[in-house]
């Protein structure tokens, strides 16, 4: 099974700092995913990332985040000035090596606490 | 615009009960794809199933099936002889072939509680 990693699995922050999660979507991928989850809420999407630019994005996706793809492995998600609001878990997804890119696989997340 | 409907929050059983998880979705896209993910206590989203708009045959695997009805726009999901370990939070999905980005849209979820 393709494995796709999230790194770090907690950060806890200060609201207004900013905070960079990371992500290693499975190899040779294109397309790459950033969702959301509030706890014990459903999971949005954010944004979409293929060959190196946004292709999609959410309205929940506004001027304070950001995404790239700064080494052709890691691909990162940065929340500028962090808010109480985005307390969540964030997940980064992948699609299967060979399959449709609608069959997405989720890394384990990284779940975001702004105090 | 695409939606996805879970309209049960919560749903226990005993062990070994038979459950089904509603689904329910709206789309004007004549192609799209149905999923269900299933988020255990650990908070991982593991992938059991997808679906294209265009095979309506059921699907069985082990314990699990999923029953697609496009006139209804419905895709349930059962679990046969259910087990502690089935105890999650499920979540159905949509992704419209239409969209440039194909990302998922998903239900509210459903918490399944298996009693010993």
């Known amino acids: 099974e393709p494995e796709v990693t999230q790194t770090p699995s907690h950060q806890v922050t200060q609201m207004g700092q900013e905070v960079i999660l990371r992500c290693v979507p499975i190899?040779?991928?294109?397309?790459f995913y950033w969702y959301r989850q509030i706890l014990g809420q459903k999971v949005e999407f954010l944004v979409s990332?293929?060959?190196?630019?946004?292709?999609?994005k959410s309205e929940i996706f506004d001027d304070q985040f950001s995404v790239e793809r700064p080494d052709g492995s890691n691909f990162t998600l940065k929340i500028r000035s962090t808010k109480l609001e985005d307390s969540a878990m964030y997940f980064c997804?992948?699609?299967?090596?060979?399959?449709?890119?609608?069959?997405?696989?989720f890394g384990p997340g990284t779940r975001l606490t702004v105090l | 615009a695409q939606k996805v409907t879970q309209a049960q929050t919560e749903i226990s059983v005993v062990e070994k009960e038979d459950v089904t998880l509603d689904c329910v979705y709206e789309?004007?896209?004549?192609?799209?794809?149905l999923f269900w993910y299933k988020q255990p206590p650990s908070g991982e989203l593991v992938f059991l199933i997808r679906?294209?708009?265009?095979?309506?045959q059921n699907e069985i695997s082990g314990r699990y099936s999923w029953n697609f009805q496009k006139s209804t726009s419905s895709f349930n999901f059962t679990i046969t002889a259910s087990q502690v370990v089935d105890s999650a939070v499920y979540f159905c999905?949509?992704?419209?072939?239409?969209?440039?980005?194909?990302?998922?849209?998903f239900g509210s979820g459903t918490q399944l509680t298996v009693l010993p």
């Open positions: 997804a992948s699609p299967r090596t060979g399959g449709s890119y609608n069959e997405q696989f």
């Open positions: 999905a949509l992704s419209e072939a239409s969209g440039s980005a194909r990302q998922l849209t």
């Open positions: 190899s040779n991928h294109l397309y």
């Open positions: 679906r294209n708009s265009f095979d309506e």
């Open positions: 990332f293929y060959n190196n630019e946004i292709s999609e």
């Open positions: 789309t004007r896209d004549t192609t799209y794809y």
